[in-house]
């Protein structure tokens, strides 16, 4: 059943004219790649943009002395956005939104994950 995510997982069809949000890892990177303003402020880009950037910042010559971190920023960018593209976000969609907040609460994995079991009836709430 296309597209399939990683490790082959079945991922739902994504609707191109809604919009997304990607939070967590996906919006560290993005704010290290520029894409989110150094402010803070959040940030958007399509998966070919978020592509696009992430081969930009491979191809800066790196010193000898950068940071490990930075070094890794190359192979982050690229992996989120060829993941993004596995779960099958692709240039008819929206731009992704990246943020580190939604409603003044810290937007996580874990957080969504629980907004998607209590929608699908997996969790109730008292």
Known sequence: ???????????????????????????????????????????????????????????????????KFRKLLCFSGLYAARLLHSYGFNDTNKPISFVERLNNRTASWTLGALFAKREIGLLSCP
């Open 1 to 67: 059943l296309p597209p399939c995510g990683a490790l082959g997982r079945y991922v739902p069809d994504i609707i191109p004219d809604k919009e997304y949000v990607a939070v967590s890892a996906f919006y560290y990177i993005a704010k290290a790649l520029g894409i989110v303003g150094k402010n803070g402020f959040n940030g958007s880009a399509t998966v070919a943009e978020y592509l696009q950037i992430s081969f930009k910042f491979c191809q800066k010559r790196l010193h000898e002395n950068a940071n």
